[in-house]
Structure formats: C-alpha cells, structure tokens
C-alpha cells in the first residue's frame, strides 16, 4: 500500500498552544489530502480535505480559522491546531488517496494529541 | 450527504466461527466500499474494498458482499482467529478525490 507518514506521533501542550501536524505523502505524489479525527472509541470524523496549491474544503461543523489546513506542496500537508483547548485531544489522522487505482485511501500512523 | 449505519457495535465469536457485520449507505452515488481495520492505538489498515460494478469479492478467509439496490454491504470473516480481534470501520464513497464516510466501527472479539 501507500506509504504515509505522520509527525509527530504524540503531542502533550498546554491549553492556548498551537501544534502543528505534518502528512507526509513518502513514494508519490498526492494531490488530494483528507484529514480525521478520531476520539476514543469512536469512528473516523472527515474534519477537511486538503488540496495543493488551493484552500482546503471543511466539513461541516469544523472551524475553519482554528484548524488551519496548508497543502503547500504535493507531497506534504500540515494541520495546526491552533488555541488548542482539552476538548481539542483526539487522535489525528491524515489519508491520501491512491492515484490510479481508484479510490483507495490509505492512512498515517496518526498523531495523539493531549492537550492539558 | 452520505450517511453510513454499521452493525453490531460489538459482537464476539468463538475461535473458528464466522463473523458478520453489516453495514448501509444512503447515497446511491457512492461506487466504492472499503473496509478498514484497527488496532488499538494504531491507523486504519485497508483489508478489502469493492467497487459498484461487483457483487462480491474474497480474499482468503476475507469476503465482501455489496447489495447495491438495497444499498447495504457486508463483510465476512470465516474461521475466525485471535488476531482478528479489532475494531472493524466500512466505508462508502464517490471516489475520485471524493471523501470517505466512515460507519461507527464494531468491536470484535475473538476468544480462544
């Protein structure tokens, strides 16, 4: 499968800090970059998809201005969390979808975040 | 949008029996069904996917059926092992660089 890497694997800051999550597509190039969130036992959240060179597409309830998307460049794509709050600790996850075979979406290892 | 119900949310099987868990979708456009599985503490794997066009797909101990006029799928696990214990996500999309919609998961649990 695609390979798709994550960084940081964990998180811990204080309430009011930003963090910043970085999606790394590692062996090719990925136009499109969808990013989840996922709290304990729960399933997986769409929060946005993240598309190069242009603004991100949020869904539905995710504030835009406190979760920035930047897809600079095709191979990375970053998610900071900004004024991150307790509510804000989740598990984070990155996909991308697999170009050519039509529609396979793989994932990151994910970040945990834990914000105190 | 697309909505996505997945049932049971837990189910346990002996080792060796077969599980089942189902899923339904609400958007006669979605063409692709993936199912994920996961860990505790660890991403998503893809285990198998069918697309719209099929009816039914196998791999090894590993089946998916899709019912596309009832719109519902499901995922067939045969002589269950302890290491398919996991949370088990379907999935339904467009595709395309279309997002996924995620059912709520179900635990399963194999026991010796």
């Known amino acids: 499968g695609a390979v798709v890497s994550q960084h940081p694997s964990w998180v811990i800051c204080k309430s009011g800090t930003s963090v910043k999550i970085e999606c790394r597509s590692l062996?090719?190039?990925?136009?499109?970059m969808f990013w989840y969130r996922q709290f304990p036992k729960q399933s997986l959240m769409l929060m946005a998809t993240s598309n190069e060179g242009s603004k991100a597409t949020y869904e539905q309830g995710v504030e835009k201005d406190k979760f920035l998307i930047n897809h600079a460049s095709l191979t990375l794509s970053t998610l900071t969390v900004t004024s991150a709050h307790p509510e804000d600790s989740s598990f984070y996850i990155c996909?991308?979808?697999?170009?050519?075979?039509?529609?396979?979406?793989?994932f990151g290892p994910g970040t945990r975040l834990t914000v105190l | 949008g697309e909505n996505v119900e997945q049932h049971p949310s837990t189910l346990s099987v002996q080792e060796g029996d077969s599980a089942v868990i189902k899923c339904t979708y609400s958007?006669?456009?979605?063409?692709?069904f993936p199912w994920y599985k996961q860990e505790l503490g660890k991403r998503p794997q893809l285990i198998i996917d069918i697309r719209s066009n099929v009816g039914e797909k196998k791999d090894q101990r590993i089946a998916v059926t899709l019912n596309k006029t009832a719109k519902h799928f499901s995922l067939h696990i045969t002589e269950t092992q302890p290491e398919d214990s996991a949370v088990y996500f379907c999935a339904a999309g467009r595709g395309g660089g279309n997002k996924l919609t995620f059912g709520t998961g179900t635990q399963l649990k194999v026991e010796l």
């Open positions: 062996d090719f190039q990925a136009t499109t």
């Open positions: 996909g991308k979808e697999l170009a050519g075979e039509g529609n396979e979406q793989f």
């Open positions: 958007d006669s456009a979605s063409n692709y």
